[in-house]
């Protein structure tokens, strides 16, 4: 699945691909990690430390911490991520 991403009247930087578990993935250059998942369909990025109950992005503005995922061994949130080239991109991050 793939979500709708608008097209018409918009300029977006060239797309570059990186790593998500394994499986390559483009997006816009600078475009925040969380939205390039989302349009990707990858909407549950990790797993509730208590309950294992499948999390996402909530907020989009770095506040929550529903969005944290392993970038290149780092945990980072993915909404104040931006897309670069190469990265490799582990989704279940946790902040346990
Ligand atoms: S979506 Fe809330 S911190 Fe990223």
Redesign the pocket.
């Given at each position: 699945m793939s979500l709708w991403r608008a097209t018409e009247g918009v300029t977006r930087p060239a797309e570059v691909t990186f790593a998500v578990d394994g499986t390559d993935v483009s997006a816009p250059a600078g475009e925040p990690l969380?939205t390039a998942l989302a349009a990707a369909g990858m909407l549950g990025l990790r797993d509730s430390p208590r309950g294992g109950t499948p999390r996402g992005?909530?907020?989009?503005?770095?506040?929550?911490?529903?969005?944290v995922v392993t970038v290149d061994g780092r945990i980072v949130?993915?909404?104040?991520t931006p897309v670069r080239a190469g990265m490799q991109v582990r989704l279940g991050g946790t902040l346990r």
């Open positions: 969380a992005a909530f907020c989009h503005m770095g506040l929550c911490q529903e969005c949130q993915a909404c104040l």
